[in-house]
């Protein structure tokens, strides 16, 4: 199911220099999808994983959800049937600062995933985080509406859409 961008997160980073923002290493890929973009929605979230069911449930028009979770390995914040919520809704993909589970079904979904690890231990369900709101993923801000390309050699996001 892995297709190939007409793109390279390396030739996005040597044209545009300065434009763009590396994203720390430590993402894995999880998804059916290996190369994904598109604009930036994002969610802070506490081992919780509401928001991310309701966002994955609208219209995801070749967005990226960016679930920022603090890297937590308490539990996922993704897993299989939230994996195929995302490629039914048209989403490129998800990224989790944190865990996703079921993996092999993850991979089976038309989605990319890209996550910092692995756990089997479900969420919370108590509705708590925000959406649409400046992250810290590392050293960089993220903001709704930016764009972020994703490959083999990582994450990259951008202000404007550079393709």
């Not at 994002?42 to 991310?52: C, E, G, Q």
Request: with cysteine.
């Amino acid at each position: 199911m892995t297709e190939q961008a007409p793109w390279a997160t390396a030739d996005l980073c040597d044209a545009h220099g300065e434009d763009v923002q590396v994203l720390d290493g430590g993402f894995a890929n999880y998804g059916g999808v290996a190369s994904f973009s598109g604009p930036l929605t994002t969610l802070a979230v506490d081992n919780d994983n509401t928001l991310v069911r309701t966002a994955l449930e609208e219209p995801g028009q070749g967005r990226v959800l960016l679930v920022a979770g603090h890297g937590s390995t308490t539990c996922a914040l993704l897993g299989g049937n939230l994996g195929a919520l995302a490629a039914a809704n048209n989403w490129a993909g998800v990224v989790v600062d944190g865990c996703v589970r079921d993996l092999d079904e993850l991979a089976t979904h038309a989605v990319g995933v890209r996550a910092r690890g692995a756990c089997p231990r479900r969420s919370v369900k108590a509705g708590k985080g925000q959406r649409d709101v400046a992250v810290k993923i590392g050293e960089i801000t993220l903001t709704p509406g930016m764009f972020l390309y994703a490959d083999a050699d990582g994450l990259v996001a951008a202000q404007k859409a550079l393709l």
